[in-house]
């Protein structure tokens, strides 16, 4: 995982110029915005973020502005393993337009029984507070990235 963390209110990203850490804050995410230090422009999130608790994972699903496809996996899954590199290109291109997350099953256990996940890896698509779709299984990043706007099409 690169520089950027989830916090419960967003994710923080380091500015690029001047090294100030800021905060894109859940309702914002997509948005233009700029470091608060020295003005520059802040990139969106371009990878796969750690979720570090349920409840930064219950308030990025409920608040966030842009659609967030979860990965669920654990460290000793050979396919999730696979998956990671394909997930990484998948967040990059589909940056400021969709939230790339990544859940441990085995760190935070709750998350996987409480979304009823019975394999892994299992990609699911969150948006307006509620799941909208999941699929079970390594793929390469285009089918990822293809089950993820299809999921999200269905409440535009």
Do not use: Y
Not at 16 to 33: D, F, I, K, S, Y
């Amino acid at each position: 995982m690169g520089a950027s963390t989830l916090d419960d209110r967003g994710v923080r990203v380091s500015c690029p110029a001047c090294g100030t850490r800021n905060r894109l804050v859940w309702a914002r995410l997509g948005l233009a915005t700029r470091c608060g230090r020295c003005r520059t422009p802040l990139a969106q999130p371009a990878e796969p973020l750690d979720v570090p608790s349920a409840e930064v994972f219950d308030v990025l699903t409920r608040e966030s502005r842009l659609p967030v496809v979860v990965d669920f996996w654990a460290p000793w899954c050979g396919p999730c393993r696979m998956v990671a590199p394909e997930l990484a290109r998948m967040a990059h291109t589909v940056a400021g337009g969709l939230l790339v997350v990544k859940v441990n099953t085995d760190a935070l256990a709750e998350l996987g029984e409480r979304h009823r996940v019975r394999s892994i890896p299992m990609m699911a698509v969150f948006g307006r507070g509620r799941e909208l779709a999941r699929a079970a299984g390594a793929r390469p990043a285009a089918e990822i990235e293809r089950f993820a706007r299809e999921a999200v099409a269905t409440i535009l």
